[in-house]
């Protein structure tokens, strides 16, 4: 049985005149299944690989076999679909013209020897791949929880941005989809901003043949998210102001843009399909007024829903009070996911502003970025900056940036840049 659990760590001590209250809420998911397993619908599948003429024999290779590994991962009674993608989207199976497939151990071998026919050939229009990928969904009503792979090796260059946005726009709510590139030239923002869009993640693959293990890990990861989809709602009182809503934890992302209007005091943020983890958001709100010293109000109410039943709750308190020596103290969660949302922003300004030849910006923003990942404890992301900066002083900030950096450095950091740690004990 699925079970959700929330907490609220927060300093609830206002000082008189203050209105902004900060806190982070912890959404933890136990039992929750594997995809497609409840009566609510069932879970689909799709296997996007870049075929374009960059990836050449051996990349179309190392896509099969990366195809193959993932289709191994695929429980059966699943849902699935293999596409194509160059300047255009194929359909390689099925191949009967159904626009799904059901998996079961036929049809994974003849996905398998579909794979046979991938040759590299064409530009890249990643627009009409995801296109493709939600008209197959769609045509599949019992489907409701979809997930996508989606590997590349270069640019969008076969469509104009404002097609992908649009495409990417009709796309989602209908999946969600990881993004993968592999090599070093393909960009790591445009990548970034469709898995954003589609609720999914954005990483790195250097070399061709590690492929084939990340798609098994992520078809794992998909087919053990047994909750097919949820809403974090966020109420607050009226004349409020909800600042913004983030997840901090495993990852950054904005949820603000997503807001969906329940009624007017509550807004629904999508969270997407949950395994059994734990999710951290940050949540910030301005009350209307400041209240005396000593009275208390409640700031918002999180919770977490699942087909529009609530399964999680956590309150966010306000107390005003006169003592300094309770106002002044910052939450250690508010405090580090603080950081690492900066820490984030940092690695982006400052790898731009290498790229573009600043390199005074570049250097204090990655010398910001070292000095808050030494901060918040996040040792993945400063052995990542080592490779593109000397650390001379972490704590300072103090940094030179390397020359002749591997743009495969560059790209992991980038890549990390949004990968946060939870807060140390």
Partial sequence: MTEFSAAVYQNEYLAGGSTDV?????IACAGAGQAGATSEGDAGEIVIVDTSASMGWPGVRAAQAAAAAALDQIIDGTWFALVAGTHTARLVFPFDGTAMAWMDPRTREQARAALGSLAPDGGTAMGTWLELAATLVQAVPSVNQAHAILLTDGKNQHEQPYELDARMARAAGHLQVDCRGVGANWEVGELRRIASTLMGSVDLIPQPEQMAEEFAML?????????ASADLRVWAPQGAQVLFVRQVAPSVEDLTPRRRELNPLTGAYPTGSWGDEQRDYHVAVRLPAARAVGQEQLAARVQLAVRDQVVAQ???????????????QISPEVAHYTGQTELAEAIQDGLAAKASGDDRTATAK??????LAAETGNAEVTAKLRKVVEIDEAATG???????????DEMALDTTSTKTTRVRS
Avoid: E, F, Y
């Avoid at 900060?22 to 912890?26: D, F, P, S």
């Avoid at 078809?219 to 909750?227: H, K, L, W």
């Avoid at 308190?317 to 020596?325: E, G, P, T, V």
């Fill in 219 to 227: 078809m794992r990861q998909a087919m053990a998210r047994g909750v």
């Fill in 22 to 26: 900060h806190a982070i809420v912890t």
């Fill in 398 to 408: 103090k940094v030179r940036l390397r020359r002749d950096v591997d743009k495969l």
């Fill in 314 to 328: 956590g309150l966010v308190k306000a107390m005003w009070s006169d003592d300094s020596s309770l106002t002044a």
């Fill in 366 to 371: 990655l010398g910001r970025a070292a000095q």
